[in-house]
């Protein structure tokens, strides 16, 4: 089994700032892209930021320059750290790793559990 598990959500100031992480665990072979989306009431799933084993990014549109994602690969984590955070950020944000499992020869989707992001004064 694979485990994502996400921390550091909470509630924040417009303007204010946030550190997500997600660590991977279990039979783990290895970890290509890794990532976060995020879910807002009423909307469908999308990409916050990705990221691949050997650190090419992208964002989305609306989170460039505001939002880092980074990666360790020798500790399976993955973390988004979100600056000059504005209301349209709230959402539930997922973790997300394609994970080859050991043993296995393909790689799988993961998500974690999700960890809520309030942007509010």
């Known amino acids: 089994q694979v485990q994502l598990v996400e921390s550091g959500g909470g509630l924040v100031q417009p303007g204010g700032s946030l550190r997500l992480s997600c660590a991977a665990s279990?039979?783990?072979?290895?970890?290509?892209?890794m990532g976060w989306y995020r879910q807002a009431p009423g909307k469908q799933r999308e990409l916050v930021a990705r990221?691949?084993?050997?650190?090419?990014?992208n964002y989305a549109d609306s989170v460039k320059g505001r939002f880092t994602i980074s990666r360790d690969n020798a500790r399976k984590t993955v973390t988004l750290q979100m600056n000059s955070l504005k209301p349209e950020d709230t959402a539930v944000y997922y973790c997300?790793?394609?994970?080859?499992?050991?043993?296995?020869?393909?790689?799988?989707?993961?998500w974690g559990q999700g960890t809520q992001v309030t942007v509010s004064s």
């Open positions: 990221i691949s084993n050997g650190g090419s990014t």
């Open positions: 279990g039979s783990i072979g290895s970890i290509n892209d």
């Open positions: 997300n790793a394609d994970v080859r499992r050991r043993g296995w020869g393909r790689y799988d989707d993961y």
